[in-house]
């Protein structure tokens, strides 16, 4: 280990737990700061997300830039819609959008950051911290020193749960489910309904679905090869939840199912339901989705956010509802940041992390906030 006269000459080393887009974008944002960073991620395999959309936000699109040589696969609509359950559509409202998945985010970020520094199959276990460093152990790597941890390891943290341990997700009273339909499989009639617009639709007893078109499966961005996306809000209380989140063989989930893991009976219901409840367009574009799949709505405020040498990022750190459309802008937003805070001279670092933690925070608590008031008033969901 480096001594601490010959620490001040070099870059600074960062260890990021978590390669999603909290992790990649920390990764890029610090990399291109000049910093020494790498990324371990404890999923071995390709990655691949069910392949849900995600709304461009500025903060996200700003981690991309022309001069990368990768741009981001976006949808674009003209405007929104609302289609109503007794089979009205609204008129149409001119607001511009542009879409993305993240599956498709997930990829350009790793077009752009240095391969040789992002880690699969490597699971941040503890750390402990010495006078001059911290000593992160990673599965499948070993030891690593280093002079900040990250935890960009998601809404579940394992990092955030042994730093905060009496804190945890709070759950809304209600759930996502969501799917996707490839555009090729889609009947003209309802690809006409949909075709360049953000679609909301209002349900018959509460809550609402949305749908916009999102990059392929190999993430292609042209009309004949995209896929549909759409999301719908539903009420559950806990024991419903629970019985949701039982899987096809028999597994209880705690906070979301994959693809194909959802009960055919499970499935069966929310496409009656869907019948019942939605505008008839709507309803049969959820009736040609193979496998719907669900995810839990909770709210998470850490109460701080940087702990010495160890800081907390993306969903780590806030879990906002989706309503908000700005989970993965705020983990964009977090990551440049961050670079910025680590700019600083190294004896100013502890000043700096504690402005980036004032900054975070006082973000982080709006949006949450927000993200409960537009759950309220658009999804009219939820107990609270
Ligand atoms: C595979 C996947 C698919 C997703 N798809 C969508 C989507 O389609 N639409 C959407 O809105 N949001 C999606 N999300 C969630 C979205 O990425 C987040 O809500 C948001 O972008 C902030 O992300 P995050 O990086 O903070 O957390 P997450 O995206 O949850 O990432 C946390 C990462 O940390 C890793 N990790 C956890 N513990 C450890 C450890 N001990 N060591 C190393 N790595 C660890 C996890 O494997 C995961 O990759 C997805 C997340 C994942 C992981």
């Known amino acids: 280990m480096m001594d601490a006269s010959h620490a001040a000459e070099r870059p600074l080393r960062v260890v990021v737990s978590g390669g999603s887009i909290a992790g990649l974008g920390t990764g890029l944002a610090l990399h291109r700061a000049g910093i020494d960073v790498h ?40 405007g929104r819609q609302t289609l109503g359950f007794d089979g009205e559509f609204g008129p149409l409202q001119r607001m511009p959008q542009q879409f993305t998945s993240w599956t ?26 010495n006078e001059h460093a911290l000593q992160v ?29 009496e804190v945890q997700p709070h759950y809304a009273g209600y759930v996502a489910w969501r799917g996707t339909v490839p555009e090729r499989d889609m009947p003209q009639d309802i690809l006409d309904a949909f075709d360049d617009v953000f679609t909301f639709a209002d349900a018959r007893s509460g809550g609402h679905a949305l749908a916009y078109f999102i990059p392929g499966e190999n993430l292609e961005t042209a009309p004949g090869a995209r896929q549909m996306n759409w999301v719908w809000y539903v009420d559950a209380n806990a024991a419903a939840r629970d019985d949701l989140l039982v899987t096809r063989d028999g597994v209880q989930r705690r906070a979301s199912l994959r693809r194909g893991m959802a009960r055919q009976s499970v499935v069966a219901n929310l496409k009656a339901r869907a019948v ?48 908000t459309a700005g989970g993965a802008a705020k983990a964009a937003r977090d990551a440049q940041l961050l670079a910025e805070a680590l700019r600083a001279p190294r004896s100013e670092i502890d000043r700096s992390l504690d402005r980036f933690q004032r900054e975070q ?21 939820g107990p609270d």
């Open 276 to 323: 019942a409840e939605l505008h008839p367009m709507f309803a049969r574009l959820i009736a040609q989705t193979a496998e719907p799949f669900l995810q839990t709505i909770v709210d998470f405020a850490a109460p701080r956010t940087v702990f010495g040498r160890t800081v907390l990022v993306g969903d780590a750190a806030f879990i906002v509802r989706p309503h």
């Open 39 to 78: 990324v371990f991620e404890q999923d071995g395999g390709a990655m691949r997300s069910a392949g849900a959309g995600l709304v461009v936000q500025p903060e996200l699109a700003a981690l991309f830039r022309p001069a990368d040589g990768a741009t981001l696969p976006t949808t674009r609509c003209r």
């Open 104 to 129: 498709a985010v997930h990829a350009t970020l790793l077009q752009i950051f240095p391969g040789e520094r992002y880690h699969r199959g490597a699971t941040v276990e503890r750390f402990t911290r």
């Open 361 to 381: 925070l006082h973000y982080g608590q709006s949006l949450l906030a927000y993200g409960v008031q537009l759950g309220r008033r658009w999804a009219r969901l």
């Open 137 to 165: 152990d990673i599965g499948g790597v070993g030891a690593v020193t280093a002079d900040l941890l990250v935890a960009a390891d998601g809404a579940q943290s394992p990092l955030r749960r042994t730093l905060l341990p």
